[in-house]
Nanobody
Framework: QVQLVESGGGLVQAGGSLRLSCAASGSIFSINAMGWYRQAPGKQRELVATIIFGGSTAYADSVKGRFTISRDRAKNTVNLQMNSLKPEDTAVYYC?????????????WGQGTQVTVSS
């Protein structure tokens, strides 16, 4: 089992920045990738950014050049640096962890953290 706790959300003006953090605990040795998703009111949850623990990253087109996902191995955390925020970035942001344990892939989710970008 993996537990994920997000932090760092809040209210920011358009053009501003926020840094989200996701702290993982439990069977962290089994995590091979983590990511951030977001869900705006009335919309489907969508992928924002992922990081494979081998080092590669991927981003949604809508955030490329503005968001950066990174891993702090010592702290068992994954961060999402969000710059040049836009009102359309407003959403609940969820941390995701993908595990492979005993050859069984599984996904775990945090509780979410609200990001609101004022227009």
């Amino acid at each position: 089992q993996v537990q994920l706790v997000e932090s760092g959300g809040g209210l920011v003006q358009a053009g501003g920045s926020l840094r989200l953090s996701c702290a993982a605990s439990g069977s962290i040795f089994s995590i091979n990738a983590m990511g951030w998703y977001r869900q705006a009111p009335g919309k489907q949850r969508e992928l924002v950014a992922t990081i494979i623990f081998g080092g590669s990253t991927a981003y949604a087109d809508s955030v490329k050049g503005r968001f950066t996902i990174s891993r702090d191995r010592a702290k068992n955390t994954v961060n999402l640096q969000m710059n040049s925020l836009k009102p359309e970035d407003t959403a609940v942001y969820y941390c995701n962890a993908h595990t492979i344990l005993q050859l069984r892939p599984r996904d775990y989710w945090g509780q979410g953290t609200q990001v609101t970008v004022s227009s």
